[in-house]
């Protein structure tokens, strides 16, 4: 009870002024919400599962109203499943907030990801939960509730505090998360191979991903043989309750062929609340991160590697200095993507970010996107670029043509608000995975400069790869491109910029990435990047195993009294930016 007065102030005050310039809606919610505890809030219960939302936030029961779609785009609560019509717009773009709380049964069981959490026993918070994508998930066994929170990084606060006020009722009744073998769709879950792969023919994309039998339904008497999904982006603007690594085998067996969408940061020269640096250099290290974020979404899914992701840019009135953005975000997108074995796609208006990409074809400061998807409503179902883009660009099966945007349409009963599409597109030749599979966790992080050769030198080439300073061919040897990239990031880490890769350097590249509170019980990938950079920072051997335990607790305590930390072994803001600043 303490906290509540800090949370109406971040969620009821803080929020009201970051929706304020979104104009996002605001609608009454309905009679389910219980009446509001204190001015400002009201408290939500589910399957015994309660908690406080802002009062002015939307509250829709799929059970009363099946056909609701589940957007982010303005504050909401969603709670059960949607029904197999959601009534979405064919795109929605941008995001606010949304919380969905659904039973724990085996189809919600299969959108759990490695980032997920659980509640422990009594309790129906995880306060260390990860945030992955702009999305964190909780499963509240002792409620039998699944709750998957989206937030920007301008509300994920808010978000936390909605969380941390949840409380279990007399009447939650537990229901464990099933295990790997107890779901839907035991077995290896994986698409048909690579995505889209060969196709020539119409598709189309939609919000949400459809039910299964609506993809029936359309399979049996639509046109369409592709379908995009967004699949990943901490902007995308709807919830994905029936994308599950089942539904893509599903699809893919049954001859679809998917368009994975990934849907983050806007171009720097618009008005979206979530913009890449006009800054090129951090641009580029944005797409990074993005690229990261949608393959291991794609993973997750079971998209394989050889697939095209596509970074959806929406329209925007060029400049020379936003072109430059964009272009340095693609280049760290299409990097990262190829250093996972994927290939790069890249969806914008024609006239704009398409035209740019085409401008700078052959600007070898950039690094070219493998496939285009371009929005140019013209209702030709074919894959001409007109004067925005050259014939001979892009023109062995890498293109994708929107030609006609937000129209519904009904096959077997089943409707749907589309975007059409019209493909030619082929395999092509996936670039080798590089970093993927490289290790990165050893026992000690020994010293590496020019000339050094090894493991050890490719683990510093992926890192620094992966921070957006390119050292060239992730090969093991330390040559003069891998001196340049690391002056470059210890530059900018405030560090000495000797090109030589010690203990700081390690402790810094080992620790970028987002920054979660962790203490003891925390798991999941930031737990690992903490251990390894913890065994670079101490010199000596912590257990890297993505289990936030005893030795890891002391490991933290030990590095924060030897920086003059607090010496209380959680992992906050100023022990992540010790780390992350090479101390």
């Known amino acids: 009870m303490s906290s509540r007065p800090r949370w109406r102030a971040r969620a009821g005050t803080a929020l009201l002024a970051v929706l304020a310039g979104t ?40 059970a009363k109203d099946p056909t609701a779609c589940p957007r982010l785009d303005a504050p909401a609560v969603y709670l059960g499943r949607p029904g197999d019509q959601s009534d979405c717009p064919a795109r929605v773009l941008g995001r606010t907030a949304g919380i969905v709380v659904e039973p724990i049964t085996a189809r919600s069981a299969d959108r759990t990801a490695p980032a997920t959490a659980r509640a422990p026993k009594g309790r129906a918070t995880a306060p260390a939960a990860v945030s992955a994508n702009g999305t964190i998930q909780v499963a ?40 790997p ?117 794609a993973a997750n899914l079971g998209i394989p590697a050889g697939s095209a992701i596509y970074s959806d840019i929406e329209a925007y009135n060029s400049t020379a200095s936003c072109k430059a953005a964009v272009l340095s975000y693609l280049s760290g997108w299409t990097e990262r993507l190829h250093s996972g074995g994927y290939l790069s796609g890249f969806y914008s208006s024609a006239a ?12 070898s400061a950039y690094t070219r996107v493998d496939h285009l998807f371009y929005a140019w409503w013209n209702g030709a179902a074919d894959t001409n670029t007109g004067s925005y883009v050259p014939s001979t660009y892009w023109a062995s099966h890498q293109r994708i043509h929107q030609y006609v945007g937000e129209v519904t349409e009904s096959y077997g009963g089943y409707s749907i608000n589309i975007d059409r599409d019209y493909l030619d597109v082929g395999t092509g030749t996936p670039p080798q995975p ?11 992080y020994g010293t590496v400069q020019s000339g050094s050769t090894g493991p050890l030198v490719t683990a510093a080439q992926c890192l620094l790869k992966a921070a957006g300073y390119d050292p060239g061919s992730p090969d093991g040897i330390f040559g003069s491109g891998t001196a340049t990239a690391v002056r470059n990031f210890q530059s900018s880490r405030g560090l000495s910029a000797d090109g030589v890769v010690g203990p700081r350097t390690w402790t810094a590249l080992l620790s970028r990435g ?70």
């Not at 920007?152 to 009744?173: H, K, Q, W, Y």
């Not at 599903?250 to 008005?271: E, F, K, M």
């Not at 670079?536 to 936030?548: K, M, S």
């Open 434 to 444: 590089t970093c993927a599979s490289v290790n990165l966790g050893f026992t000690a």
């Open 352 to 363: 704009s970010g398409i035209r740019d990409a085409a401008s700078e074809y052959d600007n």
């Open 181 to 297: 073998g107890q779901r839907s769709a035991p077995g290896t879950l994986a698409a048909a191979g690579p995505q889209p792969g060969s196709y020539l023919g119409k598709g189309f994309d939609a919000c949400t991903a459809p039910s299964q039998s609506a993809m029936n339904a359309w399979q049996a008497s639509s046109p369409y043989s592709a379908v995009g999904v967004y699949i990943s982006g901490s902007f995308r603007g709807c919830a994905q309750p029936n994308l599950t690594a089942s539904w893509v085998t599903s699809q893919t067996s049954n001859g679809w062929h998917l368009i994975p969408i990934d849907v983050g940061r806007q171009a720097p020269c618009t008005s979206y609340s979530l913009r890449m640096s006009s800054d090129p250099a951090t641009a580029k290290s944005q797409g990074v991160s993005a690229a990261a974020g949608a393959i291991s979404a």
């Open 23 to 62: 104009g996002a809606l605001t609608v009454p919610a309905p009679a389910l919400a219980d009446s509001a505890p204190d001015e400002g809030q009201r408290t939500v219960t589910y399957h015994g599962y309660r908690f406080d939302a802002p009062a002015d936030w939307r509250v829709v029961d799929f």
């Open 514 to 583: 987002s920054t979660p509170t962790l203490q003891n019980g925390s798991t999941g990938e930031a737990v690992t990047r903490l251990q390894r950079a913890l065994t670079a920072a101490l010199g000596r051997t912590v257990t890297i195993d993505g289990i936030f335990g005893s030795g890891t607790t002391q490991a933290v305590r030990d590095y924060q009294s030897s920086r003059g930390l607090g010496s209380d072994g959680i992992v906050g803001p100023a022990t992540w930016g010790a780390l992350q600043a090479g101390k």
């Open 140 to 179: 509240v066994e002792d409620a039998g509730v699944l709750v998957t929170a989206h937030h920007t990084p301008r509300t994920e606060g808010a978000v936390r505090d909605v969380l941390a006020s949840a409380r279990l009722t007399p009447g939650a009744r537990r229901t464990e998360l099933p295990g």
